[in-house]
Each structure stands twice: as C-alpha cells, then as structure tokens.
C-alpha cells in the first residue's frame, strides 16, 4: 500500500472511532465522521488504483463508482453509500433546523455501513 493511501485509511479509522465515541450525544456529529471515513477510504483506494486524488466530495463519488462498477463481489449498500451519506456530512456542516438532525438510529447505521465499507476497502487496497 503506498504511503499516501495507508495515511487515507488511518485518517478512516481515525473518523471511525470519533464516530463511535461522539454517536450518544451528537449523531449528526457521528454521521458526518461515518461519511468522512467513507470517503477517505474511497479517496485511498482511489489513489491505489489511478495514482491520483479525487479532491471533491462529487470528484470522489463518481469516481468510485465507476472503478468499482465491474467489482462482482460489491454490495448494492456499498455502491451509494458514498452519495447517500454526503447528505448526513451537508446536516452537519450547514443544517440550522433542528427537524433536520440525524436521528441516532440513522447514525448507527451510517457508522455500521461505514465500518463495512472501510474494511471493504481495506481489503482491496
């Protein structure tokens, strides 16, 4: 694994353990961390299999599909996990209106997904 992806999946377990400590209190808090890991763990097999760095959420979600769209072993919750979870990371960063919050069973299993995902990944870089 080269350096750059390995600091990709640290940075996921990273955002997977503040999600799993902050998801009682604040679940929109831990949802947006699910996401990142997410991401950030797309963003590392990414670089693994292009040699370069989607920088944008939509950069990134796009071109994960597309690499992985031919992968048999893909589960249909993993393929747009990325773009489902981008919402709960827009509630957290801009969402004013309390009717809007993550409720905690929904962060629960954005963070179940995510750890999923990222050990997915894992596993292919």
Do not use: C
Request: aromatic fraction near 10%; charge should be neutral; avoid cysteine.
């Amino acid at each position: 694994m080269s350096p750059e992806a390995l600091g990709g999946m640290v940075r996921a377990e990273r955002d997977l353990a503040v999600a799993a400590n902050v998801i009682d209190d604040l679940p929109d808090v831990a949802a947006r961390h699910a996401y990142m890991a997410a991401y950030r763990a797309a963003q590392a097999f990414l670089f693994e299999r292009t040699g370069r760095v989607a920088k944008t959420d939509r950069g990134v979600q796009s071109e994960f599909s597309r690499l992985v769209k031919d992968i048999p072993d893909l589960s249909a919750r993993f393929a747009s996990f990325l773009g489902r979870a981008y919402r709960y990371k827009e509630i957290a960063d801009y969402g004013a209106d309390p009717a809007r919050d993550i409720p905690p069973d929904q962060a629960r299993e954005a963070l179940a997904t995510a750890r999923a995902f990222v050990a997915w990944l894992r596993g292919l870089v």
